[in-house]
């Protein structure tokens, strides 16, 4: 079992950034392609980005291209997600997300998943 734990959500200004963490622990995390999934009130759960297991591909969802750069640091067994130029339509929670399978990295059907972090992006 992989256990994730999100952190770096909070409250800023549109236009603003963030940058959050997810600590992975237990199976080893190089075997992991990792990825982030949010979640606004009301609204489906959307594919933000991913990240293969050597950091050597990645993908974003359409919504964030261009602002959000996902990045992984194997020694630490951590994923980040840099969110640049934040809008209110950012809000939501946002989960990390793990597994072994790169083929669909879109859908929602990863094997593991953080409790989420809570991203409030303001007018």
Same mark, same amino acid.
């Given at each position: 079992q992989m256990q994730l734990v999100e952190s770096g959500g909070g409250l800023v200004?549109? %236009?603003g950034s963030l940058r959050l963490s997810c600590v992975a622990s237990g199976p080893p995390f190089i075997s992991y392609a990792m990825g982030w999934f949010r979640?606004?009130?009301?609204? #489906?759960? #959307? !594919?933000?980005?991913? &990240? &293969?297991?050597? %950091? %050597?591909n990645t993908y974003y %969802? #359409?919504?964030?291209?261009?602002? !959000?750069? &996902?990045?992984?640091?194997n020694a630490l067994s951590t994923v980040y997600l840099q969110m640049n130029s934040l809008k209110t339509e950012d809000t939501a929670v946002y989960y990390c997300t793990a597994d072994k399978d790169w083929s669909r990295p879109w859908e929602d059907d990863w094997d593991y998943w953080g409790q989420g972090t809570q991203v409030t992006v303001s007018s």
């Open positions: 200004q549109a %236009g979640q606004a009130p009301g609204k #489906e759960r #959307e !594919f933000v980005a991913a &990240i &293969i297991w050597d %950091g %050597g %969802g #359409e919504s964030v291209k261009g602002r !959000f750069t &996902i990045s992984r640091d």
